[in-house]
T-cell receptor, first 113, second 114 residues
Framework: EPEVTQTPSHQVTQMGQEVILHCVPI?????FYWYRQILGQKVEFLVSFYNNEISEKSEIFDDQFSVERPDGSNFTLKIRSTKLEDSAMYFC???????????FGPGTRLLVL | AQSVTQLGSHVSVSEGALVLLRCNYS??????LFWYVQYPNQGLQLLLKYTTGATLVKGINGFEAEFKKSETSFHLTKPSAHMSDAAEYFCAVTRSGGYNKLIFGAGTRLAVHP
């Protein structure tokens, strides 16, 4: 069964460094999402992406964040200058057009020191 | 705006007992409702969903949920808990059309003891 994959599974970085989180959505899906879950808190929406542009973003998704679909398969989340409070589990999700179910990847746990 | 409230951050049941995890939502438009499960160190897996039609929906692993519009609820149940059901459960809401961001509840951690 097709699934969303994410790499790396864990990333440790120093405050102020740039990180790129990688996702490979399910191949025929057209809508892509990033969510994050700070330890002990709820899963929060960051951004949605469709037709090679951001369709919606939350107030968390400030200028330090960007997303890109560099080729036909990858979907990346970049944090330009990480802060301590960016430490979280980041989930990628994708869905088919006309279908409401989002399929989630296993997540990348980011730790900013 | 949409929101989700899950009553009870932790629920503990005995193996074989009824599981009831509560979810109430707020939505100004007809909602689509989901339950996801997260096992330790894993991603979110869809358990079941309600979009339209039958208000009692069945999902994987023997779980079911009933959409009650009058109560704005979508509680998750399972008649008989199994040890393998121990996980965190998230209720989520979205709406039809648009780009369908999911709004999650805070989650309920289910513990199952022998």
């Amino acid at each position: 069964e097709p699934e969303v994959t994410q790499t790396p599974s864990h990333q440790v970085t120093q405050m102020g460094q740039e990180v790129i989180l990688h996702c490979v959505p399910i191949s025929n899906h057209l809508y892509f999402y990033w969510y994050r879950q700070i330890l002990g808190q709820k899963v929060e929406f960051l951004v949605s992406f469709y037709n090679n542009e951001i369709s919606e973003k939350s107030e968390i998704f400030d200028d330090q964040f960007s997303v890109e679909r560099p080729d036909g398969s990858n979907f990346t989340l970049k944090i330009r200058s990480t802060k301590l409070e960016d430490s979280a589990m980041y989930f990628c999700a994708s869905r088919l057009q006309g279908e409401e179910t989002q399929y989630f990847g296993p997540g990348t746990r980011l730790l900013v020191l | 705006a949409q929101s989700v409230t899950q009553l009870g951050s932790h629920v503990s049941v005995s193996e074989g007992a009824l599981v009831l995890l509560r979810c109430n939502y707020s939505s100004s438009v007809p909602p689509y409702l989901f339950w996801y499960v997260q096992y330790p160190n894993q991603g979110l897996q869809l358990l079941l969903k309600y979009t339209t039609g039958a208000t009692l929906v069945k999902g994987i692993n023997g779980f079911e949920a009933e959409f009650k519009k009058s109560e704005t609820s979508f509680h998750l149940t399972k008649p008989s808990a199994h040890m393998s059901d121990a996980a965190e459960y998230f209720c989520a809401v979205t709406r039809s059309g648009g780009y369908n961001k999911l709004i999650f509840g805070a989650g309920t951690r289910l513990a199952v003891h022998p």
